[in-house]
Each structure stands twice: as structure tokens, then as C-alpha cells.
């Protein structure tokens, strides 16, 4: 529901506004952009923009062909838990005493 100011009109809001949010050092950073900023840097915003849709059309035909192929057989029983025979072992720390 839309307030009213007192001559029945809604009220005038600020912008539109343009934000850049980006991850530094895995913390959301958001900086606002004036409107000249937006018109020059607009071509690469488009770029970024068609990148994640690509990137998510790769996404989706890879868990096509997935699901298409057929299951592949254990050469041998697994007796670890789950996923655990496919990491990589770390090498054990060494002791106070070696």
C-alpha cells in the first residue's frame, strides 16, 4: 500500500539509484554510483550481466549431461563414509616427539 501526503499524491521518492555490489575479502561491498558513473561504466555491466547468464546456461547443460549419463560401477565395496574415500589424505602432524 502506497502512503499519501496530504494532497492525496504519493510522495516523491529519491533516485532512481545505481549500487556496485561487489565481495572483498569475502564481505559484501556496495557503493553507489552516480548517474555518469552508471553511462561509462554501462557496457561493462551489460558484459557482467550476459557472463552470469552464460555461466548459468553452462551450468544447467552440465547437470543435464549429468543426469543423462549412465551410473558408473564400484570397482570395489566402500566401507568409509560417504565421499570420504574420494578426499585427499592430509599428512598426520607431527608430535612434540617427531
Not at 504519493?10 to 555490489?21: D, I, N, S, V
Amino acid at each position: 500500500m502506497v502512503s499519501l501526503d496530504r494532497r492525496g499524491e504519493p510522495p516523491q521518492l529519491h533516485g532512481p539509484c545505481a549500487f556496485w555490489t561487489r565481495k572483498i575479502d569475502g564481505k559484501t561491498v556496495t557503493r553507489m554510483l552516480s548517474e555518469e558513473e552508471v553511462a561509462d561504466h554501462q557496457p561493462l555491466f551489460d558484459n557482467a550481466r550476459k557472463l552470469r547468464e552464460l555461466m548459468s546456461e553452462l551450468h544447467e547443460l552440465s547437470l543435464q549431461l549429468v543426469e543423462r549419463a549412465p551410473p558408473r560401477t564400484l570397482r570395489k565395496p566402500v566401507t568409509e563414509p560417504s565421499g570420504a574415500a574420494n578426499c585427499p589424505r592430509r599428512p598426520k602432524a607431527a608430535g612434540p616427539l617427531g
